[in-house]
């Protein structure tokens, strides 16, 4: 797609991907699909960890429950997956990146051996005025991940040093290796009549940082002012 994307993985016999239930656009027969609580990765954990890796996961914005799709059709076979909302998809390579930090519910789908944790803000000014507040997710493990941003995505590879200063909205994600921090707009007017934000995110290389051109919080505004006008022109 263009402005809306989705992602068709094309899936050799016997190969699984996962999602956040509900996000499945369409499957080929020959897919079968499996709803289980958790990504797989507390299989091996006992029960207090598995329902503790729950509780986390839901903490950062995921559900319980993942749908895991599986060719078991000696042929390939295709399924498909949309978020709920207009925007690019990237694809990132955990085995390259590492892990990374995600603002939450830009997770969108994986191959299995991709784990989806809570990650918990390091700095407590990122947590108090960074957006997202200090609760993120940390996608970890082994494979290919979509990330899923509002609007048009961008990526970015700072060198070592090199910083990026970044509205707090539009930060999708980062390689959990790099430094983040909270500034403030300098300048009482920028600050007062600039448009923006007060805080802006600064996250330092070396490594790659995912930046949205659309923040919710801009959609959603547009969302409620024209619900406002809506209201205002019926009651007039």
């Given at each position: 797609g263009a402005d809306m994307q989705y992602v068709e993985c094309i899936l050799q016999s016997g190969q699984t991907v996962f999602c956040e239930a509900g996000a499945m656009m369409y499957m080929e027969e020959g897919v079968q699909m499996s709803t289980k609580m958790g990504d797989g990765s507390e299989?091996?954990?006992?029960?207090?960890?598995?329902?503790?890796g729950l509780g986390k996961r839901y903490i950062?914005?995921?559900?319980?429950f993942f749908a895991f799709y599986t060719n078991n059709h000696h042929n390939p076979k295709s399924v498909a997956f949309a978020g709920n909302y207009p925007g690019k998809i990237n694809?990132?390579?955990?085995?390259?990146?590492g892990s990374i930090?995600?603002?939450?519910?830009?997770?969108?789908?994986?191959?299995?051996g991709v784990a989806i944790e809570m990650g918990f803000s390091r700095k407590i000014g990122f947590g108090m005025f960074g957006g997202e507040g200090f609760i993120m997710q940390k996608l970890s493990g082994e494979g290919i991940a979509f990330i899923h941003a509002c609007g048009a995505i961008e990526e970015r590879v700072l060198e070592a040093g090199e910083s990026l200063y970044i509205d707090t909205g539009s930060l999708v994600g980062f390689q959990a290796n790099m430094d983040y921090d909270i500034q403030m707009v300098k300048g009482l007017k920028n600050m007062l009549f600039g448009g923006e934000e007060l805080f802006l995110t600064t996250v330092t290389g070396p490594g790659?940082?995912?930046?949205q051109s659309l923040p919710y919080y801009r959609l959603s505004g547009l969302f409620v002012q024209d619900t406002l006008r809506v209201l205002a022109a019926n009651k007039g």
């Open positions: 299989k091996h954990s006992g029960f207090f960890g598995t329902m503790m950062s914005g995921e559900g319980f694809a990132v390579n955990l085995n390259d990146t930090y995600l603002q939450r519910g830009s997770f969108l789908c994986g191959q299995k790659r940082v995912w930046i």
